[in-house]
């Protein structure tokens, strides 16, 4: 099991050249710690109701400054994300920011240069490479890509190209099943056996991502995209399948709309935030107070299908992308404050190891086969039902085996089962008595009677023999009786 409490990670995006810059600073501090202080100008610190204080500081695990590209943040941040999902462990990268601030750049990237693929090509990209390298295993992957709008959720991955609206889509429901585990419905999983497969899926999906948006329908400012690789492996001949899920998330702006919408309301504290990151706020908070047992997971779709990822069987990191401009600042620190307080929220990843049934019950019926005649042995009790044809079969290549081996040592092993003994005897009866006996060839020329068996000395030793064969039938007989086989 890994402890670990969710690392976040900040982003600032570029300033556009109009745009007033010098708000921030970025600092290294000791431990591999990261602060970002924002500095609020004097003209806007009056806005804030409860404090005038200046300046805001914000520590991070690592801060991506305006220059940073996008391979810098994949290596930093996706990759080790991506190396624990390989080895069985579930992980989730999430973006938190106001519209514009970078969040789909980040996850997705950007369409005009190659260089811009943002964290799920280069995962997917990553994760390939990674199995193509490791031929111990036997490796499966899908993918899905849920998004969800107003409470609502649509499987993006659905082939039917002609949706022309969200709602065209497929509905997506949550069902709980008896151990509160959450399973999607309607949200299908596509299997990719490369990456180019995986590429074109995430295509398609953001192809149905941005038809479905119209200027009346601003999906993707308010709606959360969440694309999830499922990676399952096997080590060849093991019963054990590793699964584990890693989810890419572009959740919606966090930015909080004016009540009413006019403009000097706007650093008031009477905002609205989209709904579910509300929800993720209470749940966060829930999560941070320490001898809190109720999490409200349930509030919304999007905690719910996060559920695991806050506060459970993940490892979680949170991107907080930052649009660091004069106008934005009030959003900026509270997109740092939402960060802060993820920070504290502790994750306990388990490898996800389960055993395939198929195999478990070929496994299991043969131990059972091997206790069974191991009882049998023991108690002396014998099985009564008949044979079945497949046990048979098996008799007869034993003994055909023991039959035609020269070696006169040789035994003929059936184990202490009464049924298999009879068999063997009715079996050698029915070959002796196909080969036409009184052929006597067939039989030992002691127990026959050839002409030499007329000198005394044979006729004594005959004798003997005979005594000997009647005290071995007698003795098998106790034994037999006595139930010692
Ligand atoms: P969000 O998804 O948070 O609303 P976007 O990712 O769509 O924001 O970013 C808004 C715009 O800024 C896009 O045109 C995007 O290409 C650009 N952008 C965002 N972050 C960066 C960056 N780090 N470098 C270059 N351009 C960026
Ligand atoms: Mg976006």
Redesign the pocket.
Known sequence: MVKQTIQIYA?V??LARRQQAGIYSVGEDEKSASSLEIIVPRDLADGFVNNKRESYKFKFQKIFD?E?KQDAVFESIAKPVAECALAGYNGTIF?Y??????????ITG?AERYS?RGIIPRTLSYIFQQLEKDSSKVYTTHVSYLEIYNECGYDLLNPRHEASRLEDLPKVTIMEDPDQNIHLKNLSLQQATNEEEALNLLFLGDTNRMIAETPMNQA??RSHCIFTIHISSKEPGSATIRRSKLHLV?LA?SERVAKTGVGGQLLTEAKYINLSLHYLEQVIIALAEKHRSHIPYRNSMMTSVLRDSLGGNCMTTMIA?LSLDKRNIDESISTCRFAQRVALIKNEAVLNEEIDPRLMIIQLKKVIQELKDELAMVTGEQRTEELTQEELLQLNEIIKTFLEDPDPESTLDVGADMRKIKHCFNYIKQLINRTNIPDRSLLSPDITGDEDTNTPEKKEELKKLRDLLHQRDNEINILYETGFI
């Open positions: 982003r995006k570029p305006q940073a973006a920011g106001q519209t514009g601030s970078g969040k789909t750049f980040t950007g811009d993707s400012t572009d702006g992308t």
